[in-house]
């Protein structure tokens, strides 16, 4: 009687491991992998997720979450894939059961705008309350070479996005970038619902310098198809950019 005891408690323990290797949460959303050939990286609630096989080939896939996004109550499956194209090098695809259909999201690659030479970048996404979706865009540093690349370090990206439940698409909340160059730190945020922006311009021994502004262009009227080079290059690096380092 003992020695089945003993059995029970094993098997409970191995199954308890097994569960817990092939179950990650992030922020509510659960995602089941296969803990042999997969590895997992949490940070800040994003997550990325990578086989063996992906991470030698250097594909630009982080992974896959499922959250309520839309206005119904099925989960909605998200994931980002490699994609062949210099500027849009990944796409987070999203099957929106509430309009049964999948949307393709571009993530630009954005680095060629403030180094002029276009890099790789690391893709990470992650739900806030289900609702909100939003994707950092990491950049690495280049070597520092005067007018040519690399001014311009620890660049990151975050865009966020919301469903609207009136015209049914995927709209774009806001946008953030940080950076810095030398020992000036940046920040630019533009809220693309009340369309107000703020960049500020940090610099050790010196006041902070903060410019804000408002632009109608950018009140309640962007969406995940609008996030295009042309929009990026014409319209967002130019916010701020009198307080940005030359």
Same mark, same amino acid.
């Not at 990650?24 to 990325?48: L, M, P």
């Not at 945020?189 to 408002?214: A, L, M």
């Not at 609008?226 to 307080?243: A, H, M, Q, S, Y």
């Given at each position: 009687?003992?020695?089945?005891?003993?059995?029970?408690?094993?098997?409970?323990?191995?199954?308890?491991?097994?569960?817990?290797?092939?179950?990650?949460?992030?922020?509510?959303?659960?995602?089941?992998?296969?803990?042999?050939?997969?590895?997992?990286?949490?940070?800040?609630?994003?997550?990325?997720?990578?086989?063996?096989?992906?991470?030698?080939?250097?594909?630009?896939?982080?992974?896959?979450?499922?959250?309520?996004?839309?206005?119904?109550?099925?989960?909605?499956?998200?994931?980002?894939?490699?994609?062949?194209?210099?500027?849009?090098?990944?796409?987070?695809?999203?099957?929106?059961?509430?309009?049964?259909?999948?949307?393709?999201?571009?993530?630009?690659?954005?680095?060629?705008?403030?180094?002029?030479?276009?890099?790789?970048?690391?893709?990470?996404?992650?739900?806030?309350?289900?609702?909100?979706?939003?994707?950092? !865009? $990491?950049?690495?540093?280049? %070597?520092? #070479?005067?007018?040519?690349?690399?001014? *311009? =370090? @620890?660049?990151?990206?975050?865009? &966020?996005?919301?469903?609207? !439940? $009136?015209?049914?698409?995927? %709209?774009? #909340?806001?946008?953030?970038?940080?950076? *810095? =160059? @030398?020992?000036?730190?940046?920040? &630019?945020?533009?809220?693309?619902?009340?369309?107000?922006?703020?960049?500020?311009?940090?610099?050790?021994?010196?006041?902070?310098?903060?410019?804000?502004?408002?632009?109608?262009?950018?009140?309640?009227?962007?969406?995940?198809?609008?996030?295009?080079?042309?929009?990026?290059?014409?319209?967002?690096?130019?916010?701020?950019?009198?307080?940005?380092?030359?």
């Amino acid at each position: 009687m003992r020695n089945i005891g003993l059995l029970l408690f094993l098997v409970f323990i191995i199954q308890s491991c097994e569960n817990s290797a092939k179950k990650i949460t992030v922020n509510g959303a659960q995602e089941t992998v296969n803990a042999e050939n997969r590895q997992v990286q949490k940070d800040s609630g994003y997550a990325k997720i990578e086989t063996d096989e992906e991470r030698i080939e250097e594909a630009e896939i982080a992974g896959s979450l499922s959250s309520k996004f839309d206005d119904d109550t099925i989960p909605d499956h998200f994931k980002i894939v490699k994609n062949e194209d210099e500027i849009v090098q990944s796409v987070l695809s999203a099957h929106l059961s509430a309009i049964k259909r999948e949307i393709n999201i571009d993530i630009l690659n954005n680095s060629i705008l403030y180094n002029r030479k276009s890099v790789d970048y690391w893709t990470f996404f992650k739900f806030i309350n289900d609702k909100i979706l939003e994707i950092r !865009v $990491e950049y690495p540093d280049q %070597q520092s #070479i005067p007018n040519i690349s690399g001014e *311009r =370090k @620890d660049l990151v990206e975050r865009i &966020k996005y919301r469903f609207n !439940v $009136e015209n049914r698409r995927i %709209q774009i #909340i806001s946008y953030d970038l940080s950076y *810095r =160059k @030398d020992t000036i730190f940046m920040t &630019k945020s533009i809220n693309f619902i009340t369309g107000k922006y703020i960049v500020s311009r940090k610099e050790k021994g010196k006041k902070d310098v903060i410019t804000d502004g408002w632009s109608a262009e950018f009140e309640n009227t962007i969406y995940s198809e609008d996030w295009n080079l042309p929009f990026l290059r014409d319209k967002i690096f130019w916010v701020g950019n009198e307080t940005e380092p030359s």
